[in-house]
């Protein structure tokens, strides 16, 4: 669970937000999975390596600016690995392949908002609707966010909006999967068996009530 676009609001914003970002995703510490300092590991497959950096490469032809490349990742001893260094692109707008599509890799794209209504709108018209963060003092900002925004896990000031066990786990439009969410009340509705009474009554005993059979009338 990972959000991978940052929105900031204004060109200030955006522009501390790229500096402080650059080093951090620079110094990220990848190692095999026993390596208990590294930050994260390999991707799972030659394939989803493969189409990771194709993705990345893609970004660049359509005009993102790549702050930090990872792509020529190599761990010595583990050459034949399906690593993929942190990259994070800058200048990303909605109509990129790597805005619109579930990347599944070590790749941050920074969308620039001129406003608040502008960075609401974003995520609100984005086809994948699991997971959003609203970074702010503003109390009034984030209310307005959360009651409008479309998506099925929201974080305030929280990086990754993963709930607790005992509350539901999922997203909402495409990020949508299976009828139930996975924790909290779904999960015990998953495991219910339901029955469908459909009844319809003629004049009870309100009428007065009839004991003869039917057929003897």
Aim: aromatic share 10%; hydrophobic share 35%.
């Amino acid at each position: 669970m990972a959000i991978s676009v940052a929105v900031p609001v204004g060109e200030e914003t955006a522009n501390r937000l790229i500096e402080k970002l650059a080093p951090m995703v620079e110094k990220l510490r990848i190692g095999p999975y026993n390596d208990e300092k590294a930050d994260f590991g390999p991707v799972v497959t030659k394939e989803a390596q493969t189409r990771i950096l194709g993705l990345i490469d893609r970004g660049i032809e359509e005009g993102a600016k790549l702050v930090v490349d990872g792509r020529g990742f190599k761990l010595q001893g583990y050459e034949n690995g399906y690593f993929v260094g942190g990259c994070l692109f800058d200048d990303v707008t909605p109509d990129m392949d790597i805005y619109k599509t579930e990347i599944f890799g070590p790749v941050l794209s920074v969308v620039r908002a001129k406003n608040y209504e502008e960075a609401l709108s974003l995520p609100m018209k984005h086809e994948y609707g699991n997971g959003v963060s609203i970074y702010t003092r503003d109390g009034d900002a984030a209310r307005d966010f959360t009651s409008r925004i479309n998506i099925g896990m929201v974080g305030i000031n929280v990086p990754i909006p993963v709930p607790l066990a005992y509350h539901t786990f999922g997203g909402w439009k495409a990020s949508s999967f299976g009828d139930l969410n996975q924790h909290g009340t779904d999960s015990i509705r998953f495991w219910t068996r339901t029955k469908t009474v459909t009844s319809r009554w003629p004049s009870g005993i309100k009428d007065g009530a009839e004991f003869s059979i039917p057929t003897m009338k």
